[in-house]
């Protein structure tokens, strides 16, 4: 059963490929790791005082945070808005473009892809639409200025590419 939702919410919104990758993390938790943790919590538990038994104590610790992370998965993945389709005006920022950024005195070249919170990976370069970054450049184009407040100040930059094309492997 799926629930949407509150109206007050805001949407947590994905890419497939995100989804798939949540789906893949729960999938795996709970069909290879938690069956495996309780076989060797079992045997731990076999060989007695159970209070001085490392291998128990962790194992009892570890079956916790895997149940943990399985309810937030469960509970996240019936939240999450999978965007499949690209946007009509391709030309605009919007969530899953990939954007390239110069910042005003052309020492800062920047380039990401605009995802849910869910999927930030700084080594992918994937920014959460909640960043100021992304909120600041969503439904600009190729040749706008935008200031975006940072941590180090507001700076401006000037949008040099959007596209919606994934990248080629590195």
Same mark, same amino acid.
């Given at each position: 059963?799926r629930?949407?939702?509150?109206?007050?919410?805001?949407r947590?919104?994905?890419?497939?490929?995100?989804?798939?990758?949540?789906?893949?993390?729960?999938?795996?938790?709970?069909?290879?790791?938690?069956?495996?943790?309780?076989?060797?919590?079992?045997?731990?538990?076999?060989?007695?005082?159970?209070?001085?038994?490392?291998?128990?104590?962790?194992?009892?610790?570890r079956?916790?945070?895997?149940?943990r992370?399985? #309810?937030? /998965?469960?509970? =996240?993945?019936?939240?999450? !808005? @999978?965007?499949?389709?690209? &946007?009509?005006?391709?030309?605009?920022? *919007?969530?899953?473009?990939?954007?390239?950024?110069?910042?005003?005195?052309?020492?800062?070249?920047?380039?990401?892809?605009?995802?849910?919170?869910?999927?930030?990976?700084?080594?992918?370069?994937?920014?959460?639409?909640?960043?100021?970054?992304? #909120?600041? /450049?969503?439904? =600009?184009?190729?040749?706008? !200025? @935008?200031?975006?407040?940072? &941590?180090?100040?507001?700076?401006?930059? *000037?949008?040099?590419?959007?596209?919606?094309?994934?990248?080629?492997?590195?």
């Amino acid at each position: 059963m799926r629930t949407s939702p509150t109206p007050s919410a805001p949407r947590a919104l994905i890419t497939p490929a995100g989804y798939l990758r949540l789906q893949q993390e729960l999938d795996h938790l709970w069909r290879m790791e938690r069956p495996a943790i309780t076989r060797s919590v079992s045997e731990a538990a076999a060989q007695g005082d159970r209070s001085e038994n490392a291998e128990y104590i962790y194992g009892k610790k570890r079956l916790r945070e895997i149940d943990r992370r399985v #309810r937030f /998965l469960r509970k =996240r993945l019936e939240m999450l !808005e @999978v965007i499949r389709q690209l &946007p009509e005006d391709q030309s605009r920022i *919007y969530f899953g473009a990939w954007v390239e950024v110069e910042s005003e005195d052309g020492r800062e070249c920047l380039k990401f892809r605009i995802v849910g919170a869910d999927e930030i990976d700084t080594e992918l370069h994937h920014i959460s639409i909640n960043a100021p970054m992304a #909120r600041a /450049l969503l439904g =600009r184009r190729a040749g706008d !200025e @935008v200031w975006v407040e940072r &941590p180090a100040g507001r700076t401006c930059f *000037y949008v040099v590419d959007v596209n919606y094309e994934l990248p080629a492997p590195m």
